[in-house]
């Protein structure tokens, strides 16, 4: 079949197949723009996940190959390549899907704000990140304030030191970062 000699079913399967596509990558943009310091939670979480995105995408691609080509031995090769690589991707959604979060704190005083520590796990390690959440349902905001890569040992350990201070402690030291009103903190602590 010439690819100017698509059935009107084709052409709407195309058409159809191309705007989910467009619409995945607009809600990955979204999701990445969010994940910006100070960005809405509720985006980042649920929007900012590129492997169920791209393997929500692989269908779709196959539809748009099965529509452009025009002979069947390409159609089904394609197509088998397309699926064994959906099935692909299932398994790592086990390892690099989102982080785990294992542990919150509420500030005192303050019953919008939050302390939240994810874990990332590695092959012998795992990466640590702290985070201040201010808000309540979907306006929640989240700034970073620490991250331990794989390669750094000890743990970071966060406690609040008032409504409007944190006070972080790692190998023996302290650092103590003010947050403003809007939750935004003053600096930030990165272990490498």
Do not use: H, K, N
């Not at 390669?151 to 402690?169: F, H, K, M, N, Q």
């Amino acid at each position: 079949m010439v690819i100017s000699q698509r059935t009107a079913g084709e052409r709407r399967a195309l058409r159809a197949a191309l705007a989910g596509l467009a619409l995945l990558a607009l809600l990955g943009a979204v999701g990445r723009f969010s994940r910006r310091p100070g960005g809405l939670l509720v985006l980042r979480d649920w929007l900012d996940r590129p492997l169920p995105l791209c393997t929500a995408a692989l269908p779709l691609l196959l539809v748009v190959l099965y529509c452009v080509t025009w002979r069947a031995w390409i159609r089904v090769v394609l197509g088998v390549g397309v699926l064994l690589a959906a099935a692909a991707t299932v398994p790592l959604w086990v390892f690099l899907d989102a982080p785990l979060v294992t542990g919150t704190q509420r500030a005192p005083d303050r019953p919008d704000r939050r302390i939240v520590r994810q874990e990332e796990l590695g092959m012998l390690s795992t990466a640590q990140r702290l985070f201040v959440d201010q808000g309540t349902g979907l306006t929640t905001r989240r700034w970073q304030i620490a991250y331990a890569d794989f390669s750094y040992r000890d743990t970071v350990e966060a406690a609040w030191d008032g409504p409007d201070r944190i006070r972080l402690t790692s190998g023996g030291r302290a650092t103590v970062i003010d947050l403003a009103a809007d939750g935004r903190p003053s600096g930030s602590l990165t272990l490498v």
